[in-house]
């Protein structure tokens, strides 16, 4: 970042496509209807709900953030989807078991309109999933081919001014980086040449990318954080956002640990289990979707506590991660934590966190906040990897050679500092002498 970006009007209809139309995808789409007609509150949004701090504590200006800088209203959201299963949202929603069908029903007119168009899907990715409603083609090139189609004809139709996209679709197995992922040239081959390394969520993130669209990925699977979609998103000049939605207990350990470590508390242990019963929680049962959602999970206390420089407090840190898939609890997920913590002299104490949580409830808001700030940064002529929006993510992608930061409270203020900044005002850095000046 350089000079201050000019922000482009806001103006205009913003389509938010969702590719993966389950729980957390319906609960924003419904959520969203239901505070645009006053049934509900957007509780959880920060360019809803949140104020910023704007100059000296004296001045007493704290607006909202959405009367501070230039966001998409409400009001002028459209939603598009893809999903393998073809119900519309309200069948969907009332299959993922999120909202009461008290909700659902007063939205149902609405939630009708909605129905997916044929996923980009293959069982070798998401393999406890199966669907008809799934496009075919010569190849994967085809079939980004036949996204972008999709795109553009989604954008004139619903007579929109610009997109986003973010990846609602389930936690595909996992996998590493290799040769089809490092150049775009290269991914291109790989498109044309069917190369199984390429998943379906990354030929997504090239369609939207190609077409100009941002892209934001709420699942761990790597999807656009490979060096030829970060590069793609350069030379198009895309917003690009991943990975993760930081809900439900890694969200707990991100406000937690980063207290623990600022009290200099040591932490010998920490042990997550959850159960939940809801889609996502079948398709994690496979050891390989699992892979990809633990290694996501376990590298936030790594980061955040940074053993190698507290090797005393944190340096035989065991951290283990445990999702069991069990039915009877739907999308009302439990977790809980046991941690191991060591205070003064290495005297021994515990603490016991149960969350009675509800992911998609978390996650909602993450979707509407991302899909407006990415429209923002696009706006402001940003491209590649959005950092400020790190806030949002269990995994956040960062610049190559950056370690990634995951203490919710820096985050925060890097998303509201990229906001002052945005808005031509001061940066808050909480020093505060001069109100001891005399
Ligand atoms: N619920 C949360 O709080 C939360 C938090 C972090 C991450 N996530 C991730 O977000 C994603 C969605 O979660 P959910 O609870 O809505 O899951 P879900 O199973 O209810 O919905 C996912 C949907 O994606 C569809 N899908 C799978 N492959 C697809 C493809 N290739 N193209 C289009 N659609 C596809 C499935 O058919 C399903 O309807 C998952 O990857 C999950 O791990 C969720």
Redesign the pocket.
């Known amino acids: 970042m350089s000079a201050r970006p000019e922000i482009q009007s806001k103006d205009g209809r913003l389509g938010i496509l969702l590719?993966?139309?389950?729980?957390?995808?319906t609960t924003v789409v419904a959520g969203v209807e239901a505070a645009r007609r006053g049934l509900a509150k957007p509780i959880g949004s920060l360019t809803q709900m949140n104020t910023i701090r704007l100059g000296k504590r004296t001045e007493e200006r704290t607006p909202l953030i959405k009367d501070f800088i230039p966001l998409v209203e409400m009001e002028d959201l459209v939603f598009g989807t893809?999903?393998?299963?073809p119900d519309n949202g309200y069948v969907?929603a009332v299959e993922?078991g999120v909202l009461d069908i008290q909700h659902l029903d007063a939205l149902r007119d609405f939630l009708e309109t909605i129905e997916p168009m044929p996923?980009?899907?293959h069982k070798d990715y998401?393999r406890r999933?199966d669907?008809p409603n799934v496009k075919s083609g010569r190849n994967k090139m085809d079939l980004a081919e036949q996204l972008r189609e999709d795109i553009r004809r989604f954008k004139s139709e619903n007579d929109c001014a610009r997109l986003v996209m973010i990846w609602?679709?389930?936690?595909e197995v996992f996998l590493r980086t290799g040769p089809a992922h490092e150049t775009l040239e290269a991914f291109e081959a790989g498109l044309e040449a069917d190369d199984p390394s390429i998943a379906?969520?990354m030929i997504?993130a090239y369609a939207a990318l190609k077409e100009g669209v941002p892209y934001a990925n709420?699942?761990?699977n790597l999807s656009a954080d490979v060096p030829a979609l970060e590069a793609l998103a350069a030379e198009n000049g895309v917003p690009l956002a991943g990975k993760?939605?930081k809900?439900?207990q890694t969200l707990m350990k991100t406000i937690l640990a980063p207290g623990l470590k600022a009290r200099m508390l040591g932490i010998d242990g920490w042990f997550s289990t959850n159960i939940l019963g809801?889609?996502?929680g079948a398709?994690?049962d496979d050891p390989d979707s699992f892979k990809t959602?633990e290694e996501s999970k376990l590298g936030v206390l790594h980061h955040l506590l940074q053993p190698d420089l507290y090797p005393d407090l944190y340096g035989n840190l065991y951290h283990k991660v445990r999702i069991n898939y069990y039915p009877p609890r739907g999308d009302n997920k439990e977790g809980w934590d046991n941690i191991d913590i060591q205070g003064w002299m290495g005297y021994k104490m515990q603490i016991k966190v149960d969350f009675l949580c509800r992911?998609?409830i978390?996650?909602a808001p993450i979707v509407l906040d991302l899909a407006l700030f990415l429209d923002l940064a696009k706006r402001a002529g940003w491209s590649g990897v959005q950092e400020w929006l790190s806030f949002y993510f269990?995994s956040p992608q960062t610049a190559p050679g950056l370690y990634p930061e995951h203490d919710l409270f820096i985050q925060h203020r890097k998303l509201k500092n990229t906001l002052r900044y945005l808005g031509g005002e001061e940066l808050l850095t909480h020093l505060g002498l001069e109100y001891y000046d005399d």
Request: aromatic residues 12%; proline residues 9%; glycine residues 14%.
């Open positions: 590719p993966g139309f389950g729980a957390v995808a893809w999903d393998p299963i969907s993922a996923a980009v899907f998401v999933l669907g609602c679709g389930s936690t379906p969520s997504y709420g699942a761990p993760d939605f809900t439900g809801n889609r996502d398709v994690l959602k992911d998609s978390l996650a269990k």
